[in-house]
């Protein structure tokens, strides 16, 4: 598994919860480290260890915890360029939806060998989409939960009132159904194109 997704667990940990929980699970995951690379593979096994010693030190369902890290990526602070990044993708809520299946490509172009599931989008009705996520085995279970965080904390972006349903696609393929009740519910936050000012408000 990327070092750059082992990474990104630690520092949700480290963030949230602060650094001495975050040693707690790592010594109870039995690390020969503490701390991840984020330009390493890490066997999948070790990951999965240390996302179950999370689950307990946390007291918090996998389900749960994964959608937060979908959540902490877009609003902690420390990801201001992430968040920034991903509000390029449309004017609205609508639009950003439509970006998504480039997502994975777009991840590769910064982190080559970062490969993400293939996204699906669908829309099945007016303001109501089918989003597919194509997990390919057990190392990739649960990207639609962290997905379900990221969606719902670029609603509040974008100021947009959404629904989600989350469940199981055919196979390995876990399904996210969006229902975009008003895409300007709230004056969401500001989002400026460029450094010197120039751009829109969010």
């Not at 330009?39 to 946390?58: C, F, K, P, S």
């Not at 490969?115 to 190392?139: D, W």
């Not at 696609?169 to 009740?181: A, H, K, M, P, R």
Request: with cysteine.
């Amino acid at each position: 598994m990327h070092g750059l997704v082992a990474r990104t667990l630690q520092c949700f940990v480290q963030d949230t919860y602060g650094q001495e929980r975050w040693r707690r699970v790592a010594d109870d995951a039995r690390l020969d480290l503490p701390e991840f690379e984020a330009m390493l593979d890490y066997e999948a096994q070790l990951i999965g260890r240390v996302l179950t010693r999370a689950e307990l030190e946390l007291d918090k369902p996998r389900a749960a915890m994964l959608e937060d890290i979908g959540t902490y990526l877009m609003t902690h602070p420390n990801n201001e360029r992430l968040r920034r990044l991903m509000r390029y993708g449309g004017e609205d809520f609508i639009d950003f939806l439509h970006s998504l299946e480039e997502l994975p490509g777009r991840a590769r172009l910064a982190v080559p060998d970062l490969n993400l599931p293939a996204l699906e989008l669908t829309e099945t009705a007016p303001r109501r989409f089918a989003l597919v996520c194509k997990c390919t085995g057990p190392t990739s279970r649960g990207y639609s939960h962290v997905l379900a965080g990221v969606l719902r904390a670029m609603a509040d972006d974008y100021g947009a009132l959404i629904l989600l349903d989350l469940a199981d696609g055919s196979g390995d393929d876990e399904l996210i159904e969006i229902t975009v009740i008003e895409t300007a519910y709230t004056r969401g936050r500001s989002f400026v194109l460029g450094a010197h000012g120039a751009g829109r408000g969010g």
